[in-house]
């Protein structure tokens, strides 16, 4: 079970890396007004998403440790509203400057989140 949870946290790291990279990509469009939700950023959500959860499971099954659920649920909400924007800016040819943004402040946020929250 410990090597099934290193391999999802790498996907999820995996997923972290494209949904910002993502973003950063759509800087000169940002400049330009004409961003787009990119397939980096809508895969690296997605991914974010899944491999959460599966890592919580497989945590929870292998009893890998003890998981703060506050935490998690906290964490869980953020990836649900970026995965959620994602979704519906992939269906636009371009989105609001506010996007990408707030894509990239919640995706930090989480990041804090998973890091300063003990």
């Known amino acids: ?30 400049k330009a007004g ?30 890998l440790g003890d998981l703060d659920n506050a935490k998690i649920g ?3 909400v953020v990836v649900i509203v970026i995965a959620a924007l994602a979704i519906m800016g992939r269906r636009k040819q371009k989105v609001a400057n506010w996007m990408p943004l707030t894509i990239a402040g919640l995706t930090v946020l989480n990041i804090c989140i998973a890091v300063f929250w003990r």
Not at 38 to 62: D, P
């Open 1 to 30: 079970m410990d090597i099934l949870r290193n391999i999802l946290l790498v996907l999820h790291f995996v997923g972290l890396a494209s949904l910002l990279g993502g973003v950063i990509a759509q800087v000169p469009e940002l």
């Open 34 to 63: 004409a961003a787009a939700i990119n397939s980096a950023i809508f895969h690296g959500a997605l991914t974010q998403l899944v491999t959460g959860l599966l890592l919580v499971g497989v945590i929870e099954m292998g009893d």
């Open 74 to 76: 906290a964490k869980l």
